[in-house]
């Protein structure tokens, strides 16, 4: 049974950096054609892409939230890592961490998500 | 364009067929999926590709596409069904970027 849980803080002042840890079971990152996306929601708002590691360690970003975003895979402890940067009080939502088979393209499953609240 | 329109709401009668739409330059190059999401709770796949299902998803639950249109197409709509949902596609730059739609409210009367 594959499961992804995300982890971090649930409230960073603005400027501050986000780093949000997706933890994953039952698969590997290694294999081939899947990827791990994050993917946030403010609240009562619609979902937006954020940014993708591949099984080849090939990386894409949102092109609007390209320059503050990173996104790091770590095999061995099957995690993935996103950073962003100078957060704002309008980047307050739920951050999920989804796996992506890329056969067609779609996020198969997806973690529970984690509130983060951007608040001084 | 990287961007997948979606009507904001739509409503169908219990046990109706409801079709939800999205729309987009990538839908002519790629196909949707489609995702269901209730209150309090993260999305969750209904539909992907041409036309498949996750385990586990009834089949009143089915997709289709026509040019740079992609529909969610539910058969019979149940009260269960009522939730927002949202496409998703690859952009069509070939960047491999994502792409999700802003969503749809359905509300099963």
């Known amino acids: 049974q594959i499961t992804l849980k995300e982890s971090g803080p649930t409230v960073v002042k603005p400027t501050q950096t986000l780093t949000l840890t997706c933890t994953f079971a039952?698969?590997?990152?290694?294999?081939?054609?899947?990827?791990v996306g994050w993917i946030r929601q403010p609240p009562g708002k619609a979902l937006e892409w954020l940014a993708l590691?591949?099984?080849?360690?090939?990386?894409r970003y949102s092109p609007s939230l390209k320059s503050r975003l990173t996104i790091i895979r770590d095999t061995s402890k099957n995690q993935v890592v996103l950073s962003m940067t100078n957060m704002d009080p309008l980047d307050t939502g739920t951050y999920y961490c989804?796996?992506?088979?890329?056969?067609?393209?779609?996020?198969?499953?997806w973690g529970r998500g984690t509130l983060v609240t951007v608040s001084s | 364009s990287s961007e997948l329109t979606q009507d904001p709401a739509v409503s169908v009668a219990l046990g109706q067929t409801v079709r939800i739409t999205c729309q987009g330059d990538s839908l002519r190059s790629y196909y949707a999926s489609w995702y269901q999401q209730k209150p309090g709770q993260a999305p969750a796949l209904v539909v992907y590709g041409i036309n498949s299902r996750p385990s586990g998803i009834p089949d009143r639950f089915s997709g289709s596409k026509s040019g740079n249109t992609a529909s969610l197409i539910i058969t019979g709509a149940q009260a269960e069904d009522e939730a927002d949902y949202y496409c998703s596609s690859r952009d069509s730059s070939g960047s491999h970027l994502v792409v999700f739609g802003g969503g749809t409210k359905l509300t099963v009367l």
């Open positions: 989804a796996l992506l088979l890329t056969g067609d393209w779609y996020f198969d499953l």
């Open positions: 590691v591949y099984w080849d360690d090939d990386k």
């Open positions: 039952g698969l590997s990152l290694s294999t081939n054609r899947v990827g």
